[in-house]
């Protein structure tokens, strides 16, 4: 008897469970963004785009700074300054 007690003790929390999910969650209530998370939303994304063209033309730069160009570049510096 005392096994179905709890059985049963379980399926009524359960369903308690259920119920408080679909009340705080109806259907019919319409959830709005307010101006404020909006415009939050918008400045992270923003960063976050700036950040990444910051690291982009960064890894570009050390990309040319190790190539070969890079180093023609520097000789024909040092040739038009007579630093031969």
Known sequence: MMANF???SILQLKYKKNM?????FDKNVEFRRTPSRIRTRFIAVFALIISLITF???FLTILYMNST????LLEMKN???GDN
């Not at 408080?20 to 705080?24: A, F, L, R, T």
């Open 56 to 58: 982009g033309t960064s």
């Open 79 to 81: 040739f038009v300054k």
């Open 20 to 24: 408080k999910n679909e009340i705080m």
């Open 6 to 8: 709890q059985t049963l």
């Open 69 to 72: 160009a890079f180093e023609n």
